[in-house]
Every structure is written in structure tokens, then in C-alpha cells.
């Protein structure tokens, strides 16, 4: 498997992607996990908070069947996440629910098995920008990490439901897309009005850049019901080896627990993984602010997905009306 690191610096205008190796993911001759190479991807931000506890604590050598060795990787939007799942690069990991259902939609072999984290899409206003208030935005520009991401949909199903649309789709509101830690050297040379960032970005914009939230993580669109990220593997995976399935699922879970019974520790591993991956260190307050958007469990509501990807086809970031009725497969959360 190819092997993907990630430098992206915090406030910095671009990443580094350097990729290297190859590792045969073929598994012994009857198709079981034993002396696999298993390669988990995630993002360095708070909705993937899971992984990197998993991470720290060995969760996923635990779990994994015996003679498994493990790899991570990490990604700057979900586009790149995916691309990697389909090619084999990685065999699982947390990504945000857009991603994963627009590849589903076009082909992809896919599956959500568990749920991440819910919360932490926080949409703010930059001083100076005269928006008071989400009414404001109608000719304003506003920035998501990519067209019809999570946080995209989130944000524009949000505004459709009041009458404001993107330019898109025959509105006033202009789209750029970014990597979250461009969002505060944009909002510093006004290149952009609006942010629409996954935490701790948010709470950085708060902090360093005096950005006003205008839309908090439990009022946009899907906010306390849609998972903001999901745990996926590719379907063949399952079909040829459901104990590993079982055991990547059960370190999410252990990680999970981790979190909620040890938040103090659970916040140390995500700043020193979050510095490893990006060199910069985020300060306490940030991260604190940041913690408090976010919530981590591990539910999956197939309902929910499929109201998901109806609003996306609504909002013409699918060009068919999705059935996601073989999307999500929860047998190893039941």
C-alpha cells in the first residue's frame, strides 16, 4: 500500500502530500487478515478525534486478528480519502458522510459501518464583513473545504430553508473551496466573508481573527442528527474478511468509550497528533472552545443518511436521487 503523509501547516496556503512504498494488502491464501498490513486514514481535526486515540492507545493492535501489522495515513479533504479507499491504499477509516455518499453514488465501493463524531461545523463571519447575521449572506462570498462536501450541504441546505442559494444554483451567494487552514490568511486579506469550518478551524477563526459565529454547530442543517464523520470500508473487504471488519470497528468503539470517560487525555493525544501531522500546536483554549462543538459516538441512522444525500440531489450536488439503502451496514455496531 502506498503510504501517504500529510504535512499541512495550520495557518499555511497549501499542503505537502509525499507518497511512498508499496505494501502487498493481499492477506494469506485463504483470504483472511493474518499477516495483513492494515492501513486506517483519517483527518487531522476534531470530528476524527476517534482514530487518533485509537492511534495513541493501540486500540487497533488490540483488535486487529493476530500477525496484522498497522499503518496510518492522513488527508486534507475527503476527496483524497476516497480516491485512497478505492484504490486500496487504505482499507478504512473516518471520513465526512458527503464524500463518502457522492463516490457511492458514482460507483464506489463503499460502506459506512459506524459513526464518528456528531457537532463541530461551525459557520462564522469575518469582522469587518457588515454580516451580522446569517440573513446577511445573500452576494456574500463564503468558503467550504470542497463543492458538495459535509459541511457544504450542511451549510447550503441550511440557507436554502431560508431563501438564500449559492450562484450555483441560481443565487447570490459566491462558493469558493479551501483547505481549512487557509481560512484565516483568507479572512485576513478579506479575500472571503464567510467560513464554513470543521472544529478546531472554527474555533481558531474565533480566536485569532475576531470572526463572528453566525451559525452555530446545533443549529445548520443536520447538526445533531447527521454523523459528521463515519467510519467506511469497502464493501469486498467485509465479503472477504468480516473479522477484521469487526476488529477495526471494535477499536473505534474502545476509542469512543476512551473519549468520553478520559476527555482531559483524550484532548492531550488530539493536540500532540494534530502538531505531529500539521507542526503546529493548537493552543488549549482553541482546543477546549473546539471540544465543546463536538460530540463523539459511534451511531449510524440510516434514515438520516438517506435524508442527507436527498438534500445534496436537492441541491444538485448529486445529479440523481440517491438510495442509499445499501450505503450503511451496521451489523458490526448491533
Known sequence: MKRIFLLIALVALAGILAACGSTDASGDENGTSEGKTVTIGYFPNLNHVPAMVAKEKEFYQKNLPDGSSLEYVTFPDGATFMTALKTGDIDAGLVGPGPAMNNYTNGADVKMIAGGSTGGTVVLAREGSGIESYEDLAGKTFITPRVGCTHDVQFETFMKE?????????????????????????????????????????????????????????????????????????????????????????????????????????????????????????????????????????????????????????????????????????????
Open 162 to 334: 431560508i431563501g438564500i442559494t449559492s450562484e450555483r444554483t441560481g443565487g447570490e451567494m459566491v462558493h469558493q473551496t479551501g483547505k481549512p487552514a487557509q481560512y484565516e490568511a483568507m479572512f485576513e486579506t478579506g479575500k472571503i466573508d464567510v467560513a464554513v469550518a470543521p472544529e478546531p478551524w472554527g474555533s481558531v477563526l474565533e480566536q485569532n481573527t475576531g470572526a463572528k459565529v453566525i451559525i452555530q454547530p446545533d443549529e445548520i442543517a443536520f447538526g445533531e442528527t447527521l454523523p459528521a464523520s463515519v467510519l467506511v470500508t469497502s464493501g469486498e473487504l467485509i465479503e472477504q474478511d468480516p473479522e477484521l471488519v469487526q476488529g477495526i470497528v471494535d477499536a473505534h468503539k474502545e476509542a469512543t468509550t476512551f473519549i468520553a470517560e478520559n476527555p482531559e487525555e483524550a484532548k492531550e493525544i488530539t493536540l500532540n497528533d494534530i502538531e505531529e501531522v500539521t507542526g503546529q500546536r493548537l493552543e488549549q483554549s482553541v482546543l477546549d472552545g473546539a471540544w465543546e462543538n463536538t460530540g463523539f459516538n459511534t451511531a449510524l441512522i440510516p434514515e438520516e443518511i438517506q435524508a442527507f444525500g436527498d438534500s445534496s440531489f436537492d441541491l444538485k450536488f448529486l445529479k440523481e436521487q440517491p438510495d442509499f439503502s445499501e450505503l450503511t451496514d451496521t451489523q458490526f455496531i448491533d
